[in-house]
């Protein structure tokens, strides 16, 4: 339904007025309120101070899955925040969970640590692989994994399960997403499923901060 709106509560860690455009439309924006968007849509909060603290929340609809239901970090150049819904429907098709890592600046061979919990009726035997393929890697829920530059840790068949997944601070870096938390939505695919991109810059590089909240 393209219709269809849904809520945000978006919250920085400075009080304060923040102006947010959606298309050409500028809103006026209080620090704690709430903001709406349909599908397609996006907010754009531009010329952020830079490193400011932010926490953004999507109000929870009954009819649909949030494969991604909150995001938090501290902005630094251009951070974006990409709200999936599904709707609830009855299938035996599996879930999937990709966490991705992206770094701008610094050596390549870098590799950053995520802390991942799963919370409902969590399989014994679970397992990920790196990219979407190669050999299968166990992983004990509650534990860490590592990625570097371009890569991704991706799950299958975890649909349902609810994830709190939080990256560990890398010295010399700053991290626009710290922690997400949602549920992982029922997908035949990876590209269907749940998806949480992690970006890091180096803190010598000097980019425009902005933050877009996209449905």
Known sequence: DSTKEFQFLVTFSEDGAYPYTIGETVHTFTNGGLITLKAGEESVFAKLPEGLGYTVAEQMDPDYTAAVERYSGPIKGEVLLPF??????????????????????????????FTLIFTGTVPDDLTYQIDG????????????????????????????????????????YISTLKEAQGQVPKSETAEDGAKVPFLNVKEAEVLPSTLIVKK
């Open 84 to 113: 999936v819904n599904i709707k609830e429907e009855e299938s035996d098709t599996q879930g999937w969970l990709t966490i991705s890592k992206e770094a701008v600046g610094g050596d390549a061979e870098d590799s950053f640590t």
């Open 133 to 172: 393929k190669g050999a299968d890697i166990p992983f004990t829920n509650g534990g860490t994994l590592t990625l570097k530059d371009g890569e991704s840790a991706v799950f299958a068949d975890v649909a349902g399960l609810l994830y709190t997944v939080v990256e560990e601070d890398k010295e010399g």
